[in-house]
């Protein structure tokens, strides 16, 4: 079970605990004035009136269901920042050189190609075609432009292919 799974069940677990006693709040809230069998009505009384317990227990049950059916329905926030923007084509030639990700530090921005050629090619992720989270993964295959740059060969308009 993954992490982001034990903090929605936590999440509504609590919210199973405190939806009762609210409504329990609300309710004497509401009664002020009013008296059972004499007694004025208080949180105190209500929480003791007979049934009340299997009341809360239904309030809790929805809460938690409710709670929880909802945060299963929210796509996870890190999921979607962890996708990646970046541009996948099929093999076309389209000009563009071919080769292959020695490495790419996501942290850093930037990693080498080894081109097809045999020459490691410099990658920034701003050459990545594509908006957003860019990146590329070792191994995988790319076609790119090659520019000198003052330090060697890089790569632009770097595209992963299919």
Do not use: C, Y
């Amino acid at each position: 079970m993954g992490k982001l799974m034990i903090r929605k069940i936590i999440v509504a677990v609590i919210f199973a605990v405190v939806a009762p006693v609210v409504v329990v709040a609300l309710l004497a809230a509401q009664a002020k004035g009013l008296s059972l069998s004499g007694d004025a009505l208080s949180f105190a009384s209500l929480v003791k009136a007979e049934g009340m317990s299997a009341f809360m227990a239904v309030i809790g049950a929805l809460a938690f269901l409710i709670s929880f059916a909802s945060a299963q329905l929210v796509p996870a926030r890190r999921r979607r920042q962890r996708s990646s923007g970046t541009v996948v084509e099929s093999d076309v030639d389209d000009g563009r050189e071919r080769g292959v990700v020695k490495w790419f530090n996501v942290k850093k921005g930037f990693g080498f190609i080894t081109w097809d050629e045999g020459e490691d090619v410099f990658v920034h992720f701003r050459s990545i075609r594509g908006q957003g989270h860019r990146s590329l993964s070792e191994g995988q295959r790319v076609k790119f432009a090659v520019v000198r740059g003052d330090k060697g060969p890089q790569a632009e308009d770097v595209s992963a292919i299919r």
